[in-house]
């Protein structure tokens, strides 16, 4: 069982940065790749950002790509999303999912999610 707690969700302007956090609890975190999802309102759950079990292998979304990176820190078992260049249409919820055993795109790879963050945007 893994439990996941996303913060550093906040309002923000246009061109700004935040970096959001995932803390993550269960011994099988070291093991599992891990991705961060977003979802605005009355939108589907879309795909962000990937990092293998071992931070080597990360994928990204088209439209986040070049702005956001994602890293983890498997000694304190939390992946971190840095957003930089922010834009009004990255205002979402933003959600933590592990349990995938390889870098995954689709919601469905995943057996576990956090209860989100809030990212707003401001133009």
């Known amino acids: 069982q893994v439990q996941l707690v996303e913060s550093g969700g906040n309002l923000v302007q246009t061109g700004g940065s935040l970096r959001l956090s995932c803390a993550a609890s269960?011994?099988?975190?070291?093991?599992?790749?891990m991705g961060w999802f977003r979802q605005a309102p009355e939108k589907e759950r879309e795909f962000v950002a990937a990092?293998?079990?071992?931070?080597?292998?990360?994928y990204y979304a088209d439209s986040v790509k070049g702005r956001f990176t994602i890293s983890r820190d498997n000694a304190k078992n939390t992946v971190y999303l840095q957003m930089n260049s922010l834009k009004p249409e990255d205002t979402a919820a933003y959600y933590c999912?592990?349990?995938?055993?390889?870098?995954?795109?689709?919601?469905?790879?995943?057996?576990?999610w956090g209860q989100g963050t809030q990212v707003t945007v401001s133009s």
């Open positions: 999912a592990a349990g995938s055993k390889w870098v995954a795109i689709r919601v469905y790879e995943y057996n576990y």
């Open positions: 269960g011994r099988t975190f070291s093991s599992s790749a």
């Open positions: 990092i293998s079990w071992s931070g080597v292998s990360t």
